[in-house]
């Protein structure tokens, strides 16, 4: 089980995920993580970035920026996650490197996802107007019908350390995503949750 973990402001959290076995490291570029004290300047991620150690991927967040914008991301990312309305076209010269998010709202269909031909997907929880960060759980049946479709799906909403062992085996995602979950407060980390978060996540199907 891979674990990405969101919201990273600092080289001091972004350490103690590398540490704790952590995949991949997201930083928030959407101006309207502010609000959640989550958001980070492009140019202060790529600092953060250059003091990791090898093997963690590092994921840009972004939301309806333009495909110019994205490239010049990838520069210093490993990947973007597209968390807008990017039209399926519009994520074609950035898909090999991309992950395209969609909020699960009554109207879902898992099968849509397939248009965007990403190298994988995001399920979250639907809130109006929100993209993401709500703290809110996901459909897990519904998510767990995404991961039917055979490509890798990255698990995220309402996320915790108490509950992502259970989520990794009602859904059996390609990987889980947190940001508030392991939060001490809004934009700052607790080590020991990112760890807990980790190890509990890890261990959900062995034995």
Known sequence: MRVKICGITNVDDA???????????????APEAQRRNRYIAPDQAAQIVAQLPPFVSTVAVCVNEPVARLLEYLEFVDWVQLCGEEPAPDCAPVAARAIKAFRMGADFRPEAMLAYGTAAYLVDAYA???????????????ARRACALGRPVILAGGLTPENVAEAVRAVGPYAV??????????????????????RRAKGALSG
């Open 15 to 29: 350490l103690a995920a590398c540490d704790a076995g952590a995949d991949a490291l997201g930083f928030i570029f």
């Open 128 to 142: 109006p107007g929100q993209r993401g960060g709500t703290g809110k759980t996901c459909d897990w049946t519904a």
């Open 177 to 198: 995503d947190t940001a508030g979950g392991v939060e001490a407060a809004p934009g700052k980390k607790d080590h020991e949750r990112i760890r807990s978060f980790v």
